[in-house]
């Protein structure tokens, strides 16, 4: 690409994530020690309501993590939506159980509730419902099914930091636990890396424990505390999830800056929101009055009446040295879902609609004035032109 060419994403990062690094690098600690415990505390403090972090080496790691402790296993069903990565779904299979793919509403692109409690059966053991885009799920309608037919909710909050729901923050509500993504285009990073969030101590202790190979004692637990250094003791076939100091050094300074983050990605939203609105486009739904949206992605659904197709768009965008992006390509789709679980487009009306539409354009903190205007630009002109 030209260094003109306005790339989908780039990541923000300042003077005091490097400082943080350079002085986790010195320090001889560059595994999961004190930055990581730290971080881990600053979360918990940013989030509230009484919750436990574990920091992870990803997302995916994260749920996979979440629906071990909430006792998924073989012969269990987990309820997703098809309109997601695949991430959501593949941890389900990590622990040998199976992905129930349900439909999405077609405002908010959010798991549909109605859809949920039509596909229960007597071996649902679980819900991951997934905040698309960084607008809240209709929690209320979820937690209440779930509550009625006794079953877990493991929240997919990759994109939806720092979300709200009817006032409070997501990870804070009645959900079991709550996964959050730092990858490199979320609303804040760590490179690579997510946070599990729970406000059930012994959900938390579980985590811990299978975060690191199952063993009862973290690394720098093992070498901080009184007890012989060499001592630990393997209590579960756990795996390898932890997060680096190196990574958290990152996020410690992410964290801080997420609130100036995420009120510059609402104006730039608004910003869209006012350019595109008399184009033959669908815009992203907001937040309801009071609640916050994180913004992670910045989605428009072309219209018949634009006259060009959703790939035709993205190549002509390109040619005009902006990158787009598509979220999602729905997993009724893919070959691995669609044939091993017998999928088929016809029963995911909504989201099968949605994909042929949706294209994500730039949206994040690193542009300026001038970016969004040669994106505006970049979008009357090839809808213009077709």
């Given at each position: 690409?030209?260094?003109?060419?306005?790339?989908?994403?780039?990541?923000?990062i300042?003077?005091?994530?490097?400082?943080e690094?350079?002085?986790?690098?010195?320090?001889?600690?560059?595994?999961t020690?004190?930055?990581?415990?730290?971080?881990?505390?600053?979360?918990?403090?940013?989030i509230?309501?009484?919750?436990e972090?574990?920091?992870?080496?990803?997302?995916?790691?994260?749920?996979?993590?979440?629906?071990?402790?909430i006792?998924?296993?073989?012969g269990?069903?987990?309820?997703?939506?098809?309109y997601?990565?695949?991430?959501?779904?593949?941890?389900?299979?990590?622990?040998?159980?199976q992905?129930?793919?349900?439909?999405?509403?077609?405002?908010?692109?959010?798991?549909s509730p109605?859809?949920i409690?039509?596909?229960i059966?007597?071996?649902?053991?679980?819900?991951?419902?997934?905040?698309?885009?960084?607008?809240?799920?209709?929690?209320?309608?979820?937690?209440k099914?779930?509550?009625?037919?006794?079953l877990k909710?493991?929240?997919?909050a990759?994109?939806?930091?720092?979300?709200?729901?009817?006032?409070?923050?997501?990870?804070?509500?009645?959900?079991?636990?709550?996964?959050?993504?730092?990858?490199?285009n979320?609303?804040m990073?760590?490179?690579?890396?997510?946070?599990?969030?729970?406000?059930c101590?012994?959900?938390?202790?579980?985590?811990?424990?299978?975060?690191?190979?199952?063993?009862?004692?973290?690394?720098?637990?093992?070498?901080?505390?009184?007890?012989?250094?060499?001592?630990?003791?393997v209590?579960?076939?756990?795996?390898?999830?932890?997060m680096?100091?190196?990574a958290?050094?990152?996020?410690?300074?992410?964290?801080?800056?997420l609130?100036?983050?995420?009120?510059k990605?609402?104006?730039?939203?608004?910003y869209?929101?006012?350019e595109?609105?008399?184009?033959?486009?669908?815009?992203?739904?907001g937040?309801?009055d009071g609640?916050?949206?994180?913004?992670?992605?910045?989605?428009?659904r072309l219209?018949?009446?634009?006259?060009?197709?959703?790939?035709?768009?993205?190549?002509?965008?390109?040619?005009l040295?902006?990158?787009?992006?598509?979220?999602?390509?729905?997993?009724?789709?893919?070959?691995?879902w669609?044939?091993s679980?017998?999928?088929?487009?016809?029963?995911?009306?909504?989201?099968?609609?949605?994909?042929?539409?949706?294209?994500s354009?730039?949206?994040?903190?690193?542009?300026?004035?001038?970016?969004?205007?040669?994106?505006v630009?970049?979008?009357?002109?090839?809808?213009?032109?077709?």
């Amino acid at each position: 690409m030209s260094n003109n060419f306005l790339p989908f994403a780039l990541p923000e990062i300042g003077e005091d994530e490097i400082n943080e690094v350079v002085d986790t690098l010195r320090s001889g600690w560059v595994t999961t020690g004190p930055k990581a415990k730290q971080f881990e505390n600053d979360f918990s403090c940013f989030i509230g309501g009484n919750v436990e972090s574990i920091a992870v080496n990803s997302a995916t790691a994260g749920l996979h993590l979440a629906l071990e402790a909430i006792g998924v296993g073989p012969g269990d069903e987990v309820i997703v939506p098809t309109y997601t990565f695949t991430a959501t779904a593949e941890v389900v299979r990590y622990l040998g159980a199976q992905p129930i793919f349900v439909d999405v509403l077609d405002a908010t692109l959010n798991i549909s509730p109605t859809e949920i409690e039509k596909s229960i059966t007597p071996r649902t053991k679980a819900i991951v419902p997934v905040h698309f885009a960084g607008l809240s799920c209709d929690m209320r309608s979820i937690l209440k099914i779930a509550k009625k037919h006794n079953l877990k909710v493991v929240e997919d909050a990759a994109h939806a930091l720092p979300t709200t729901f009817e006032g409070q923050k997501i990870g804070t509500l009645a959900s079991d636990i709550t996964v959050f993504s730092f990858y490199a285009n979320k609303t804040m990073t760590t490179g690579e890396g997510g946070m599990v969030v729970t406000q059930c101590h012994e959900l938390a202790k579980r985590c811990r424990v299978m975060r690191l190979h199952g063993i009862s004692r973290d690394a720098f637990d093992r070498y901080t505390s009184k007890t012989p250094s060499w001592f630990y003791e393997v209590v579960a076939p756990g795996f390898k999830y932890n997060m680096s100091d190196l990574a958290a050094a990152i996020g410690i300074h992410q964290l801080k800056r997420l609130p100036a983050f995420q009120e510059k990605r609402e104006a730039m939203a608004q910003y869209y929101n006012n350019e595109l609105s008399n184009l033959p486009v669908l815009l992203p739904v907001g937040a309801p009055d009071g609640d916050m949206h994180a913004r992670h992605l910045y989605t428009i659904r072309l219209l018949p009446e634009a006259g060009i197709s959703r790939d035709d768009f993205i190549v002509k965008m390109s040619d005009l040295g902006i990158g787009c992006s598509v979220h999602f390509i729905p997993l009724h789709l893919q070959p691995y879902w669609r044939d091993s679980c017998n999928l088929n487009s016809s029963d995911y009306p909504v989201s099968q609609h949605i994909f042929e539409q949706v294209c994500s354009i730039p949206l994040y903190t690193k542009m300026d004035n001038s970016d969004l205007e040669r994106v505006v630009s970049a979008v009357k002109q090839v809808i213009a032109n077709a």
